[in-house]
Structure formats: structure tokens, C-alpha cells
């Protein structure tokens, strides 16, 4: 079957690192991704990750994948209080038809 | 600048009219997307079109329809048949469905619908 699952909300201290999880269910799939949605605004895509790789850093962005347990992580260092907004995982399967899977995501709130 | 355009960004309508979402591309992708998102619910598709004059239902496309007569655009049409209409809709685009980096979807900044 086909499932994304995220915790909702996450709050942490400006200038803390922030660690939001993923889990997935589909072992085919092929990339993983990671989105960004400030209030009333569409979707920005953060980064990426094929399946494949156990690690992926981009300055303070890091995804860590476990393929294994099919867990995924996104740990934002020196959070900053324009880090607040949802964080959406996705993934990409081959088999539906080009569809990317979301979860429902992850209201992350920087406190000053 | 190569985008994807959504308009209006705000939309009311009276229950029982139809009512017509606007989607643009031109970043010369294939394949357009059309996402319902409540709050708590994350992205639900409600459509897809992977090319010109073809698409496909999603999860939740009762009380939609689409057409897709341009590569460029991807209109949604919510009809008096949707019982809930009032959500936020987001349109994303990409190169190649799903098959890999480089095709990710980019998303349009949304319509929030409301029936009023």
C-alpha cells in the first residue's frame, strides 16, 4: 500500500536544530522528497533524495534515509524563525502513474 | 521567469454554481496536477494529465472535472456535485510523471474556494 505518515506539530527555540520524521510504506519507491508551505502559499520543494543514499546535506538542510525501516528525517540546523511552516514528505512511486504521495505534514513552530 | 500561475488566488461561490480554477505552466512540462488540501488532510489528488487530451482521476475526483486541451493549462471545475467544496486547491506541474529527480512537481501559490 501506499502511506506517508508524519507527526503534526514539532516546536523548538530559534537557533535549535529541528528533526522532523517521516515514515513510508512503499519499498519501491524511488526518490523521496521534502516540501515547504508557508501560510496560504502553494509548495516549495526543499530537497531531495534518491533511494539509494543514506545522506543528504544542502547547507543547513540534512535527509537522512533508512531504507530499512523506511524512515526519513529532514533536521534543519540553527532553526530560524522563518523556518516556521508545514513540512511536507513525499514519494515518488514508478507504479502510480506519476503521482506523488504525500503526508499530511509537519506545522513546525519556531519560538524566539 | 518560468512558473506555474494559479488564479484567482481567492474564489467565492453560491452553493449550486459551478465554479472554474485557472492553472498556467511554462516551464514546457508535461504532465499537471490538480491537489485539494484541508487542514489536517495534507494533498489529496483530485486529477492528473500526463500529456495533451488525456487525464486521469485521482483520489477524490467526484464533483471535479478537467480538461487539458493546451500542454500549458490544466483547468479544474468544481461542480454543483461536490458536496464540500470549500478547501484550498493547489496545482503542480512536472517534466516526466514521477520518474525521477529532476521531476519533481512545482507547485502554483493555490485558490482558496469558499461557498458561500
Known amino acids: 500500500g501506499e502511506d506517508v505518515e508524519q507527526s503534526l506539530f514539532l516546536s523548538v527555540r530559534e537557533g535549535d536544530s529541528s528533526v522532523i520524521n517521516c515514515t513510508y510504506t512503499?519499498?519501491?519507491?524511488?526518490?523521496l522528497y521534502w516540501y515547504k508551505q508557508e501560510p496560504g502559499a502553494g509548495l516549495q520543494l526543499l530537497t531531495y533524495i534518491f533511494s539509494n543514499m543514506d545522506m543528504k546535506q544542502d547547507q543547513r538542510l540534512t535527509v537522512l534515509l533508512n531504507k530499512k525501516d523506511k524512515h526519513l528525517s529532514l533536521r534543519i540546523a540553527d532553526t530560524q524563525t522563518g523556518d516556521s511552516a508545514i513540512y511536507f514528505c513525499a514519494e515518488s512511486i514508478r507504479r502510480s502513474q506519476g503521482n506523488l504521495i504525500f503526508g499530511k505534514g509537519t506545522k513546525l513552530s519556531v519560538k524566539p | 521567469d518560468g512558473g506555474i500561475t494559479q488564479s484567482p488566488k481567492y474564489l467565492f461561490r453560491k452553493e449550486g454554481q459551478n465554479v472554474t480554477l485557472s492553472c498556467e505552466q511554462n516551464?514546457?512540462?508535461?504532465?499537471m496536477y490538480w491537489y485539494r488540501q484541508d487542514p489536517g488532510q495534507g494533498l489529496r489528488l483530485i486529477y492528473y494529465?500526463?500529456?495533451?487530451?488525456?487525464?486521469q482521476k485521482g483520489d477524490i475526483a467526484e464533483g471535479y472535472s478537467v480538461s487539458r486541451e493546451k500542454k500549458e493549462s490544466f483547468p479544474l471545475t468544481v461542480t454543483s456535485a461536490q458536496k464540500n467544496p470549500t478547501a484550498f486547491y493547489l496545482c503542480?506541474?512536472?517534466?516526466?510523471?514521477?520518474?525521477?529527480?529532476?521531476?519533481?512537481?512545482?507547485f502554483g501559490q493555490g485558490t482558496r474556494l469558499t461557498v458561500v
Open positions: 512503499d519499498s519501491s519507491s524511488t526518490y
Open positions: 494529465s500526463q500529456i495533451v487530451n488525456d487525464f
Open positions: 516551464l514546457n512540462h508535461d504532465a
Open positions: 503542480a506541474s512536472s517534466a516526466v510523471p514521477g520518474q525521477g529527480a529532476g521531476t519533481e512537481a512545482f
